[in-house]
C-alpha cells in the first residue's frame, strides 16, 4: 500500500511538468527593422532591431548572425550590422534574428537587396595643373581606389551626402577635403602638392639685345596646352619666377596681355626639363622691328624716285618704279617679315579685265629678283591695301639671313590714255626679332 502511494506522488509531478511545458507560449518575433529601410550599399552601417512579444513574460536571449557583413553586438536587441564592401551589386543578402526564452527557438530572416550606390570619379593632379600624379591611394569613406597612370580614378557604392576625401602617396602632402556624392556619377579632383616633386624655375625675359618688358605673363602650360594656375609676371627687368611646378618636361608660354602687342603671334612657348629644386631658365622673345616705315613720303630720301610728289604721295606710272636706295638684311632667325603698301589706282578709262598689274618685288643688290607678289583690280579706280608675307608667295624665296632690295613698280599694257597712276600713301615692312 506504501508503494502505491510513492508511485502515485511520481507521477502526478511528472504530469505537472509535463503539462507545465505543453503550457509555454513561445516568443514571437513581429518584425525585424532596419535603419535606413532601403538604399543598402556594399559597407552599409545599417541599425538593427526587432519587435518581439512573450506572453509569459520569460527571460529572452538574442543572436543575430549574417554571412554578409559584421554585426556589433550580436546578442542584443538592437545593434548594428556592417554589410560587407564585398557585398555584389543587386544581391540579396541576409540577417537572421534567433529568439530563445529557455524552452524553445524561434527564428526570422530579414532579406534585403544590394543596391550599385554612387560613383565618384575624377583625377589626382599636380595642384594647380592638370599634370597627372599616378598612384595615389584615394579614399572616400570605406571605399579607396590607386590613380592609373593618367591619374584618374574611380569609386563606387557610394552613398548621397558628404563625404570625407583623403589621398595620400609617399613624397606628397596628404589631402583631404570634404565632397558631397549627389549624382549617380559624381567628379572630384584631387590636387597634390610635394616639396620633393617640385621646384622654382625663374630666369629673365629678354630679346637678344637685352630688351625687357614689364608685365609679361610666365605661365606653364598643361599636357593639352591650356593655361595652368602656375604662373609669374616679369618686372622691370624681365626677371620672372614660378613655384611648384612639378618635375620632368614642361612647357611655358610667355604672352603679352598689353592692348597693344609687339611680340611674335602674341604668345611664345619654350620647353624646358624642370629637376630639383631650383631652375634658372632664361627665354628669349622676339619683337616687331621695323625696317621701313614710310606715310605720306616722310622717308623720300630713303627712295630712288623721279616721280611726282607734289600731292603728297608716291605717283608710279606704267613703267615708273620706286625703289630703296640701300639694301638691307633680315637675321637669320627672324620670323614673320611682311610688306605693307596702302594705295590707290586712277584709270585713265574703263580699265575693267584690263587693269596693269601692280607689284612688289624682293631683289638682291644685282635686282635679281628673289620674290614677289602682284595684284590688280576692277574698275576705274581701287583702293589696295596689301599685307604680303614673303613666305606666303608662291615665288617665295629665303629672305632671311640674306641682303635684299626692295622696289615697287606698274606695269602692263593697255589702251587707256592716259596710263593709269598708281598712288602709293604708306609702305612698312618689319619682321620678328
Known amino acids: ?61 538574442f543572436f543575430w548572425e549574417s554571412e554578409a557583413g559584421i554585426i556589433a553586438e550580436p546578442s542584443q536587441l538592437s545593434t548594428s550590422w556592417e554589410l560587407s564592401t564585398l557585398a555584389e551589386p543587386l544581391s540579396y ?40 600624379v599616378p598612384g595615389v591611394e584615394v579614399r572616400i569613406g570605406k571605399f579607396s581606389a590607386l590613380s592609373d597612370a593618367k591619374g584618374y580614378y574611380l569609386i563606387q557604392h557610394l552613398k548621397e551626402g558628404n563625404e570625407q576625401v583623403v589621398a595620400t602617396k609617399e613624397g606628397f602632402d596628404r589631402f583631404e577635403s570634404t565632397v558631397y556624392v549627389d549624382n549617380p556619377k559624381s567628379t572630384f579632383h584631387v590636387s597634390m602638392t610635394s616639396p620633393v616633386g617640385t621646384g622654382r624655375i625663374s630666369g629673365f625675359i629678354q630679346t637678344i639685345d637685352q630688351q625687357a618688358f614689364e608685365g609679361l605673363k610666365v605661365v606653364l602650360l598643361n599636357p593639352d596646352n591650356t593655361d595652368s594656375q602656375l604662373a609669374g609676371y616679369t618686372d622691370r627687368q624681365g626677371y620672372y619666377e614660378i613655384a611648384q611646378v612639378p618635375s620632368g618636361n614642361r612647357t611655358l608660354l610667355i604672352r603679352n596681355e598689353a592692348s597693344e602687342s609687339v611680340f611674335l603671334h602674341d604668345s611664345i ?35 630712288d624716285y623721279k616721280g611726282n610728289t607734289s600731292d603728297g604721295f608716291y605717283v608710279l606710272e606704267r613703267g615708273d618704279k620706286l625703289v630703296l636706295k640701300e639694301p638691307f638684311t633680315i637675321p637669320a632667325d627672324a ?29 638682291n643688290r644685282d635686282h635679281e629678283n628673289m620674290g614677289g607678289i602682284s595684284w590688280g583690280g576692277d574698275g576705274n579706280n581701287f583702293r589696295a591695301e596689301v599685307s604680303w608675307y614673303p613666305s606666303d608667295s608662291p615665288t617665295y624665296m629665303n629672305i632671311y639671313g640674306r641682303e635684299i632690295m626692295l622696289y615697287l613698280e606698274i606695269f602692263g599694257e593697255t589702251s587707256c590714255v592716259p596710263d593709269p597712276l598708281w598712288r602709293i600713301y604708306n609702305l612698312k615692312f618689319s619682321y620678328y626679332y
Open 1 to 61: 500500500m506504501k508503494r502505491i502511494s510513492q508511485l502515485t506522488i511520481v507521477l502526478l509531478v511528472l504530469m505537472v511538468s509535463c503539462f507545465g511545458e505543453l503550457g509555454n507560449s513561445p516568443p514571437v518575433i513581429e518584425s525585424v527593422v532596419l535603419d535606413p529601410p532601403g538604399n543598402f550599399t556594399p559597407g552599409s552601417d545599417i541599425q538593427i532591431s526587432a519587435i518581439v512579444e512573450d506572453k509569459d513574460g520569460d527571460h529572452l536571449e
Open 93 to 132: 543578402e541576409h540577417i537572421t534574428l534567433t529568439v530563445s526564452d529557455g524552452k524553445e527557438l524561434v527564428t526570422k530572416t530579414r532579406t534585403i537587396q544590394v543596391s550599385e550606390g554612387l560613383i565618384m570619379s575624377g583625377y589626382t593632379y599636380f595642384a594647380g595643373t592638370t599634370i597627372p
Open 269 to 303: 612657348t619654350y620647353d624646358f626639363l624642370m629637376q630639383g629644386p631650383e631652375k634658372s631658365y632664361d627665354a628669349r622673345i622676339k619683337i616687331k622691328r621695323t625696317i621701313i616705315e614710310d606715310s605720306y613720303m616722310s622717308e623720300i630720301d630713303d627712295w
Open 335 to 363: 620670323e614673320a617679315a611682311m610688306l605693307y603698301i596702302n594705295s590707290f589706282v586712277i584709270g585713265g578709262c574703263d580699265l575693267v579685265g584690263k587693269l596693269p598689274s601692280h607689284r612688289a618685288w624682293i631683289a
